[in-house]
């Protein structure tokens, strides 16, 4: 089992920036990617970013592309996503996920353990 705790959502102002953070315990692989999926209301669940072990492939999504980064400290078992300029359409329950396939994958199937999920609410 791999357990999954996120934190840093919150409520902003659009153009605002907010950094997630989301760190993995119990029986992790040694090389392992990690996602970030949200899901927004009335929406289909998505992948925005993935990141392998070594943090030298990663993935975003179009809507997400030069405005977010993902990022990771294996050292502390921890994976970041910063979001700037952020927009009322980013408004979503944000969960970090892992993958033992260490590959940053889009698809939310290949991601075998998810966290509980922030908030994040953007106003205009």
């Known amino acids: 089992q791999v357990q999954l705790v996120e934190s840093g959502g919150g409520s902003v102002q659009a153009g605002d920036s907010l950094r997630l953070s989301c760190t993995a315990s119990?029986?992790?692989?040694?090389?392992?990617?990690m996602g970030w999926i949200r899901q927004a209301p009335g929406k289909e669940r998505e992948v925005v970013a993935a990141i392998n072990w070594s943090g030298n492939r990663r993935y975003y999504s179009d809507p997400v592309k030069g405005r977010f980064t993902v990022s990771r400290d294996n050292a502390k078992n921890t994976v970041y996503l910063q979001m700037n300029s952020l927009k009322p359409e980013d408004t979503a329950v944000y969960s970090c996920?892992?993958?033992?396939?260490?590959?940053?994958?889009?698809?939310?199937?290949?991601?075998?353990?998810w966290g509980q999920g922030t908030q994040v609410t953007v106003s205009s």
């Open positions: 119990g029986r992790t692989f040694s090389d392992y990617a």
């Open positions: 996920a892992y993958s033992s396939r260490n590959w940053p994958d889009p698809r939310l199937d290949k991601y075998d353990y």
